[in-house]
């Protein structure tokens, strides 16, 4: 057995299966496309759905990938176990209805024993019971002795009904000294003495709605080979993280904590879990995600949090994570290029959320380490959930890492009594996601020839190749007036949905009906397929038709779409390089731009940016479209869009000297058509995303007549020219800060009057005195001037209440620290006396307010004030 890197072992594979006719496909973005039903990539065949499916025609019908992959539904034992990670590469080779179980079986094995030299006799495999045909092979062809084929009953694969099979396992057999010693140790024991190493799954069932079972048509085959296993394997590591796939990071956090990995067992499990945690987090932030609290985001940030406080545990007590992030790009960046691409982003974003963290970490530790105490000292081992949600909503402390530091103290938490505090905010976000993303449909495109449809946005006629019901995958003949449909066109001049510009709206005219195009999207596999209504008559499969696309609206996207192109430019050129786009909406009526960046757009920034986007349209510049082989665009220094997947051909947009991007919308032919860019407002969308909206065109000189139009109005309110209005609120702002200024005068000595006039109203109540009284103010900042002029006077406990303009009531209650002492408690007083009223309040016992609703009952509550004082009044 040869000792080999992880980087050979992946090169090796792929090399492998390339030479028996396999299409090498670059790793898929860990944000699935398409597919909503998924949170992020968690295998290598989660990006080929549609087409095992048999919905969608593969580019080949044999693929081979090294997927990147993130799963965190057993978090909580990374860093515990040999094998457990958030992040991890899935070596996978597919089949789609092309060679089955007697070449993959071979392939499999020769890959193991003669490319990766593992020793034939080490080698397990298991079948599933009744799948004779793999026992067959394994047996006869490959020549495994029958022993060491293990039948299981649980080698089956399937989630609910569709596509489904049979699997086998190849297991590496490390030997006695990594098993449990037990007489029963064998293959399937959870001791770490057999290793499975590749799964290769036959799916040659489908599972129907009643649970039966029919044979495919299309057998295919869908294998998955975990990278950092075969690593450990080869490099003869006792766990993945001590491959030199991860172990370089152990290392940089062991280094930084000054420690030593192997010494301590606890110190290891956070090593293991910083350096597992380093890699997810590079890698999701590279592929466009961004921590938030929900979705993939707050996958992120929990990730991102637990490397933080792992860190703490181990002794780093400060920002260590941009160092991590530099020594995973060392590791992973001639494989995966956009990591070097995004080294800056990554780290900026990372520095950030953990900055922000070491703050949260810090307080909620000291609030929790207080709610142990407490627990200890009363004899308990579980935390209230109402305490927890308290810790997560108020002060942002995650609810796992509440759990994990309970658990580290032998005690638990109550999460069921976490989640119904926590339920009605889960629910308002389950169905804020629930309403964006939808359930979209794969539409079966089996029987089309995808290659042969074409879009040409200066045809006018067509055919329909393809009908569907809108909301139904399987395909019909005609569809009459009233039923939404979708349609396919073997020539299309409508440009899909994509890259946050909306898709074109027209009509399609058949010999015998009209349909009424109310969206346009593109399939993934490349397909542009027609939304909308049947308005007249009837459609069928095979019609030659005609089609108008709306112009206008598509003229108006267009200076929109061109104008992010050269907005996305001169965000870079004044706020720098860092700048990439992170999402987009482009409509016929605005743009908007979110991009990459760290504090607010200041005021002249904006004007930078507008007049710089302005000098261009206004140069009149040709805008040029072409397409090119990606990397030919790339040494001309075209920009790929932050986690955009690209094909071999990619088409680039240029403003000639100025900007040059990946794009596959429309946009003008010249930059003039544009006519002018305004932006209307900056705002940010979270942390280290700023967005931008603004218009042109059409859009520009609405927005223009709608601000003319208001400063008209206000010149003719202020009873002025348009030209004197500044001048004029000036003017009327200092008046106003004369009035106020003699108002508050005016306030001043109206206190004064009645702070002189309350001698023969102050009462000594056992000692303490008291004064009760209905006051004349206009706020309550005024009303707290007063109190505490009265306070002083007094040198005891008043009771003010006023009722302004407004209908409301005030009470304020204040007591002098000699008042206090004798058992006066502000807080309780104002309680009561506002309880009265109609209202509530409270506050400390030196100082409080409330308000009350019942004015009738202002004189029944004073009056009853003095009795509340009395009965505080200590003897």
Known sequence: MKYMTGNEIREKFLKFFEDR?????????????????LLLIGAGMAPFKPFFTGKMKPPSPRIATCQKCVRTGDIEN????????TYFEMLGNFSFGDYFKKEIIPWSWEFITKELGIPADKLWITIHTEDDEAFDIWHNVVGLPEERIVRLEENFWEIGSGPCGPCSEIHVDLGEERGCGKDTCAVGCDCDRFLEIWNLVFTQYNQ???????????????????????ASVLQEKPSNFETDLIFPIIEYAAQVAAVEYGKDKKTDISLKVIADHARSMTFMIADGILPSNEGRGY?????????????????????????AVDVVIEMYGHVYPNLVEKREYIQKVIEMEETSFLRTLRQGCELLNDEIVKLEAAGATELDGATAFKLNDTFGFPWELTAEILEENGMTMDKAGFDAALEVQRKMAREARDDKAGRPVIYNTRGIDIAALKVDEAAGSGKIVMLYPAHDAQPIENAEDGKDVAVILDVTAFHAEGGGQLGDLG????????????????LPDGATIHLGRVVEGTVNVGDAVTYAVNSCRKSDIARNHTATHLLHAALKTVLGGHVNQAGSYVGPDRLRFDFSHFSPVTEEELRRVEAIVNEEILAAKGVTIEELPIEEAKKRGAMALFGEKYGDIVRVVTVPGFSMEFCGGVHVTNTAQIGMFKIISESSTGAGVRRIEAVTGHGAVAHVNEMEAMVKGLAGCLKCRVADVPVRLTALQGELKAAEQKAAELADKIAKAQVSDVDSQIRDIKGVKALVQQVSVDNIEAMRNLGDQMRDKVGGVVVLASAFADGKISILTMAAKEAVA???????????????????GGGRPDMAQAGGKDAAKLGEALEAAWGIIEAQVKE
């Open 822 to 840: 004798k058992g006066i408690h502000a807080g309780n007083i104002v309680k009561e006396v506002a309880r009265i009223c109609g209202g509530g």
């Open 208 to 230: 129907n709605e009643d649970g039966t079972y029919t044979p495919l048509a299309n057998k295919n085959i869908d294998t998955g080979a975990g990278l950092e296993r075969l």
């Open 507 to 522: 009509r399609i005219t058949a010999p015998t009906g009209v349909i009424e195009v109310e969206n346009t999207k593109k």
């Open 21 to 37: 006719g396999h299409l090498i496909l670059p790793s898929a973005s860990l944000i699935p496309q398409d597919d909503p039903t």
């Open 78 to 85: 990374v860093g515990r176990t040999a094998r457990h990670h």
């Open 299 to 323: 996958v992120l940030r929990r990730i991102l949090r637990r490397a933080v406080r792992h860190g703490r545990l181990i002794g780093i007590d400060k920002m260590f994570l941009a160092g």
